[in-house]
C-alpha cells in the first residue's frame, strides 16, 4: 500500500515537473521567423571602420537587418548614432532598411528551460572555478554563504540552548527575560543590519551578526518551552534517585526535552538560510545571496535562476538533515 | 516503647485551596512502619494517600511534623527511598535494562558498565524480563511489563523504604495477579521494607503485614492498623480459605464502606491521631481470643494496643 502510494506520487511529481516546464518552454519559445540580423564579413567590417563608423554602432545596425551597403550609406552620413535617432532615425534620411514590422521579434528576455539546464549543467559541472572577484563558481559562492550561516548559527545555538535551559529550569529567570525575548523577536533580521555594520563596522561580521540574532530566537524559546514542560514525572525519577541539577539536566531534561529543542533549531536553520541571502544581497562582496543580485545588475537571468535553484536546494538539504536528527531523537510515549 | 523504623510524628500537611484559605489535608497523624514490614495504606480517593506517598518520598515539603527513619529526619528525596509509581516514570528514550541501569549507575556511582548492567539484569530476570525484552522501549513494552521493569529498577537499588504508588492501579486484573506474586516473591527474599499505596482491599490482604486505613479527607487521619494474621507464604487461592480471611476483609470493607466517612474529621485542635491497632484472628490459638465469650465466636474484636 505505502508503496502503491510513493510510486503515485512519484508520477504526479513528474509530470507538475514536466508540464511546468513545458509551460515555461512555451512561454519563452522564439518563433524562428523574419528577418534576422546581418551578419557582416570580416572586409565588409573592416571598409565600415576606415570609414569611421564606431563598432558598436555596426552592431546595432547590423543586428536590425541593415545590409552593407545601406551600412556604407549611414557611415558616409559620418554623424554618431545619436544624432542620427535625434533627426528622426536612419528611415527619415532617406536610408532604405528593412520594415520595423519584418524585424525580429525581441527574443523573450526570460531565459527557456533548455538555457537554465545548459547553465544549471555548466555549473553542477564546474562549481569551484575562480576567474575573478565577481566571477566565481557557485560552489565556492555557496561555500562563503554556508561558512557565514554555520559561524553565526552555531554561536547562536551556544548562546540559547543554555540560556534556554535557564529560563526553561529558573521561573524567576523566564519572567525577567520575558519581556526583552518577546520586543527583540518579532524584529527583522535586516534590521539589525545597520546597527551591526556602525557597530561592528565589518561587513563580513556583519551578516554573521544577522545569522546569530535571527537564529536565537527560535533556539531560544523551543529550548525554554520544552525544558519548562518536561514531565514533572520524569523529574521525580531524577530527584529520588538524588542526581545532581547538572547530571538532571544532562540525563533527563535534555533527552526529554530534545525533539522540541531539535524542532526550534530546525526552524532556525531555515530562517538563517533565509536571511542570509538578503544579508548578502545588501552588504555584497561573496556568497550565493550577492551572486543573484550581481547577476539581476548584468542581466545573466539565466545564471540568476541557475543561483535561486541552488539556494532552494541546499535550504532543502539543510532542513532534511535536522529533520533526520529530529526523528533520531525522538521518543514514543 | 522504641520508635519504629518509620516514624511519622504528628505530620500535618496543608495546601491553598484556591480561595483564600487552606486545605487541611491531614493534621497530626502518627504512626510507625517496621523494618521488614510490608504495610499497605487503604483509603477512598481524595483522601490524601498519595500526599503522604509524596512527603515520604521526599518531593513535597510536610508543612508541619516529622518523618523519621532509621533515626534519622528524612528531608528531600533520598536514593534510601525508592519509588514506584502508579504510571511506571520510565523515561521512554531509554530501553527497559537501560532504565534499571539508570537508578543502578546512580545508586552506586563507582560500580563498572558492566556490573551495573549485570545487576540491572538480575532484577529484570526476577521480575520476569529477560532476552529481547530487555532492550525495547517502553512505549514497546505492555503496560504489566513497564511496571515490573519500574519494580525492578526500584528494589535494584535496596532502598530502606521502597515506596510503592498504587503500582498495579493501571492494570487489568489478570496481570496485576502476576505481578503481585513476583512482588511477593522478590520481597519474601529481602527483608525490605514496604509503604503501599492501594485501593484495592484483596491486593492488601494478600500482601501486607499491616493495613492502614485512612479516613476521608479533609482532614482524614489514619484510623485503625489491621494486623492480617494470615501466615506467609500466602497464595491466593489459599488464602481465601483461611478462617481469618473474610472476617479481615468483612472488616476492611466495613470501613471503607461507611466507618471511613463517619469517622471523617473536623481539625482535631492538637489531637494527637494514633491509629488503633486492630487484630482480628479467629484461628483459635491466638492467647487474646481465648477470653472471648465462646457462643459468640464470630464476633470481632477490636483491640487497643
Known amino acids: 500500500m505505502v508503496q502503491k502510494i510513493d510510486m503515485r506520487s512519484t508520477v504526479l511529481s513528474l509530470t507538475i515537473l514536466l508540464i511546468g516546464i513545458f509551460i515555461w518552454h512555451v512561454a519563452t519559445h522564439v518563433p524562428d521567423t523574419g528577418p534576422k540580423g546581418v551578419v557582416l564579413s570580416q572586409t565588409e567590417t573592416d571598409t565600415l571602420l576606415g570609414k569611421n563608423m564606431l563598432p558598436e554602432d555596426i552592431e546595432y545596425y547590423s543586428a536590425q537587418g541593415v545590409e552593407f551597403t545601406q551600412l556604407e550609406q549611414i557611415a558616409s552620413l559620418n554623424l554618431s548614432r545619436a544624432m542620427i535617432e535625434a533627426a528622426g532615425g536612419i528611415r527619415a534620411l532617406g536610408i532604405s532598411v528593412p520594415d520595423e514590422n519584418s524585424a525580429p521579434a525581441p527574443g523573450s528576455l526570460f531565459p527557456s528551460p533548455s538555457q537554465i539546464g545548459t547553465e544549471l549543467w555548466a555549473t553542477v559541472t564546474d562549481p569551484f572555478y575562480v576567474a575573478g572577484t565577481n566571477d566565481m563558481g557557485y560552489g565556492i559562492q555557496m561555500g562563503y554563504s554556508l561558512l557565514r550561516v554555520l559561524i553565526g548559527y552555531s554561536l547562536s545555538a551556544a548562546v540559547a540552548i543554555p540560556l534556554g535551559f535557564l529560563i526553561g529550569m529558573s521561573p524567576m529567570f523566564y519572567k525577567a527575560l520575558d519581556p526583552f525575548i518577546q520586543v527583540l523577536k518579532p524584529i527583522s533580521p535586516l534590521a539589525w543590519m545597520p546597527i551591526a555594520l556602525f557597530t561592528i563596522g565589518d561587513s563580513e561580521l556583519s551578516s554573521i551578526f544577522v545569522i546569530f540574532i535571527c537564529s536565537l530566537w527560535p533556539m531560544l524559546t523551543n529550548t525554554a518551552f520544552g525544558v519548562a514542560n518536561v514531565r514533572s514525572d520524569w523529574v521525580n525519577v531524577a530527584r529520588t534517585h538524588e542526581l545532581s541539577t547538572t547530571k538532571t539536566a544532562l540525563t533527563v531534561i535534555l533527552p526529554a526535552a530534545a525533539p522540541t529543542i531539535i524542532t526550534g533549531m530546525r526552524i532556525s536553520i531555515g530562517i538563517a538560510w533565509l536571511v542570509i541571502v538578503a544579508a548578502e544581497m545588501l552588504v555584497g562582496g561573496t556568497g550565493i545571496g550577492y551572486v543573484v543580485w550581481n547577476e539581476w545588475n548584468g542581466l545573466r537571468l539565466d545564471r540568476m535562476i541557475v543561483a535561486i535553484l541552488l539556494i532552494g536546494v541546499v535550504g532543502m538539504l539543510l532542513d532534511t538533515a535536522f529533520a533526520r536528527l529530529q526523528r533520531a531523537v525522538a521518543y514514543a510515549e | ?305
Open chain 2, 1 to 305: 516503647m522504641t520508635k519504629p523504623y518509620l516514624s511519622i510524628e504528628l505530620l500535618t500537611q496543608q495546601f491553598p485551596d484556591g480561595a483564600g484559605g487552606t486545605l487541611t489535608v491531614f493534621e497530626n497523624s502518627t504512626f510507625g512502619v517496621e523494618q521488614g514490614e510490608f504495610v499497605c495504606i487503604l483509603g477512598h480517593s481524595g483522601c490524601g494517600k498519595s500526599t503522604l506517598m509524596n512527603v515520604l518520598a521526599g518531593l513535597a515539603e510536610r508543612t508541619s511534623g516529622a518523618v523519621i527513619m532509621d533515626g534519622e529526619q528524612i528531608s528531600g528525596p533520598s536514593l534510601d527511598r525508592g519509588v514506584v509509581f502508579q504510571n511506571y516514570s520510565l523515561l521512554p528514550w531509554l530501553s527497559a535494562l537501560k532504565n534499571v541501569m539508570f537508578g543502578v549507575a546512580a545508586r552506586h556511582p563507582d560500580w563498572s558498565k558492566a556490573e551495573v548492567q549485570a545487576h540491572s539484569e538480575k532484577y529484570l530476570a526476577m521480575v520476569g524480563l529477560d532476552g529481547d525484552a530487555i532492550h525495547r522501549k517502553p512505549s514497546q513494552l505492555s503496560g504489566g511489563m513497564r511496571q515490573r521493569v519500574s519494580i525492578a529498577r526500584a528494589f535494584a537499588n535496596h532502598p530502606k523504604l521502597l515506596l510503592l504508588d498504587e503500582p498495579f492501579g493501571a492494570l487489568d486484573a489478570l496481570t496485576r495477579g502476576t505481578i503481585q506474586d513476583e512482588l511477593l516473591k522478590i520481597w519474601n527474599g529481602t527483608n525490605q521494607t514496604v509503604f503501599m499505596i492501594t485501593h484495592d482491599i484483596d491486593e492488601a490482604i494478600l500482601l501486607a503485614d499491616r493495613i492502614l486505613l485512612m479516613t476521608n479527607g479533609p482532614f482524614a487521619r489514619v484510623a485503625e492498623a489491621v494486623e492480617i494474621t494470615i501466615p506467609r507464604p500466602r497464595r491466593r487461592e489459599e488464602i481465601i480459605d483461611h478462617p481469618n480471611y473474610y472476617a479481615i476483609r468483612n472488616h476492611l470493607v466495613h470501613f471503607l464502606g461507611s466507618r471511613s466517612n463517619e469517622l471523617a474529621g473536623q481539625s482535631g485542635g492538637g489531637t494527637v491521631h494514633t491509629p488503633e491497632t486492630i487484630r482480628i484472628d479467629r484461628t483459635g490459638n491466638d492467647p487474646l481470643e481465648s477470653d472471648d465469650d465462646p457462643t459468640h465466636p464470630a464476633q470481632l474484636r477490636a483491640v487497643n494496643e
